[in-house]
């Protein structure tokens, strides 16, 4: 009996241990119906069906194996909307799907899930505030109430500043958790500078194994040749006399590499507060060269008429490919400034009014 019992023990020890890494999902979809469920896990940022299942009578389940909590989708088979997004962990995670009500779906078991909920409730939190804010501004605007239009525009402001502080704290609480890697990937990762990056590498250092660890290695080495301290690409662009200008020409003066399109507001709002600071600093070892993003050469030659906007102009098209030269400097958005110190060296990334201007000041 005692050596049956060793054995029972044992086998049980090697099935645990074997099935540690475990995860299983019990669900129904409401209301019931019959049909296939889709598992998509990520490749390349995009989602693949990894699992399918069958849906009888509103039930379905899924089994396998994961090493650390990861993000999933669910879809029905059929239909051109995602039902659900949740965490899996090895875990027995039961939930309940309302396809036509993805917010109302209730997930249970896992715990990185329950994390990825508070930060879920906060953002519902926001969107709804901001919609509200939205609907005021259009009702000011409609009666020309220039006051209200202000102070809803300023309410807007300071809520999208609270809210990237909480999710900067979300994944401050919460580090230790994939949910955190995965917050700071969707919302900082494209913002931040590679030492920033680099630091919350070693932040998130407990759960390298993550998929989003990866991720954010994967971009900290594709931003790093354009980051602080790096000599920056050069190159040789058209201007709009025709003539070539190549940027290494300018070394010996600290130059603003800046992308821009005349189709871009922000780039467009920000316009004055440039030609002021060109005015202040281009007798004093400074220049700008504006390199435009614009489609339509014309929309380019026409907008670089604007009075006081006397820069280096070039437009980043070669052939019918624009884009070439903001590809070589790793712009993913615009306008996007570059600082390059007398030797060529990027000192500052995407610094603007208030922030360039201190830091002219401080070098000229």
Known sequence: MKHFLLISLSALL??????????????????AMDGKMVLY??????????DTTTIEKGKFTFQGEVEIAEIRLLAIEGQNNFAAQLFIEPAKISMTVYPDSFETNVIKGSKSQDIF??????????????????????????TTNQEEMAAVQYEYETMIENNMLFARNFVKEYKSSPVAAYVYMQTFLQEDQIEAIDSMLEVFKPIEKSEF????????????????GAIAPDFTLAKADGSSFTLSSLKGKYVLVDFWASWC?????????????????????????????DREKEAWLNTIKTPGMEWIHVWDMEG????????????????????????????????RSEGLQAKLSQLL
């Open 320 to 351: 019918d490919v624009p884009g070439g030269v903001a590809t070589k400097f790793g712009v993913t958005g615009i306008p996007h400034t570059v600082l390059l110190d007398k030797e060529g060296k990027i000192i500052e990334i995407n610094l």
């Open 265 to 293: 507001k922000p780039c467009m709002v920000d316009m004055p507060n440039v030609i002021e600071l060109y005015k202040t600093y281009k007798d004093k070892g400074f220049e700008i060269v504006g390199v435009s993003l």
């Open 41 to 50: 896990g990520f490749k390349e940022g995009q989602p693949v069906p990894v």
């Open 213 to 228: 660890i990866t991720v954010i290695k994967d971009y900290a080495e594709q931003i790093r040749p354009f980051s602080k």
């Open 117 to 142: 909920q508070k930060y879920i409730d906060e953002m519902i939190t926001f969107s709804e505030k901001a919609e509200g804010l939205k609907s005021r501004f259009a009702q000011a605007q409609a």
């Open 14 to 31: 090697l099935w645990s241990c074997g099935n540690k890494n475990q995860f299983s999902i019990t669900g129904k979809v409401e209301p």
